[in-house]
């Protein structure tokens, strides 16, 4: 008996510690803000964030007068508590005491917080990681593995309508990038 659950157990590693399907961003939307967002006008990057006036509270905040779907916190039930790999770059929230990351918000752009109009809430994750990750650059992006909540949060910096328990994050590779 033993012998056969070896066997078995090799044969099937593999798929025990392959890493859950990309999610897309887009999948985060209920079709409604995927088709609105589509149709959307295209947007100026004339907010505080491009003058420099980062003295009212804001960050990735919204500013008032973008089309709704900017400002959609509307969920996709069925990927509460899905377990997910998402590609994204962060903005740090809060670090250990040896300078990890271990709370930061989850983007689908560079540069989100400035510069551009912020992502709507639902286009926003907190990703919780206690063993934290040093973070170089907010540029680099990275590969963020866990299981996904429906959970609104909301800080001085942004409102989002998912929150993430990470069990793995690291930098993307050129290596992920290259096609199969």
Partial sequence: MR?????????????LLAEPAELDWLELMPES?????EQMPEL???????SGDFTRQGGLKQEQGLPA??????TVATLDGRQVRMGGYPVPL???GQGRS????????PGACIHVPPPPPNQLVLVRYPKGIALGDIYAP????????VEAVSNDLADAAYALDASA????????LQED
């Fill in 33 to 37: 803000d995927r088709q609105a967002l």
């Fill in 3 to 15: 012998p056969l659950l070896a066997c078995l157990l090799l044969l099937f590693s593999p798929l």
């Fill in 94 to 96: 809060e670090t250990d």
């Fill in 44 to 50: 100026t990057h004339a907010g505080p964030e491009t």
């Fill in 142 to 149: 990275l590969w963020v593995v866990g299981t996904l909540e």
């Fill in 102 to 109: 271990t709370l930061f918000f989850l983007v689908p752009y």
């Fill in 169 to 176: 994050v690291r930098a993307v590779e050129e290596a992920d």
């Fill in 69 to 74: 779907v900017m400002y959609s916190a509307k």
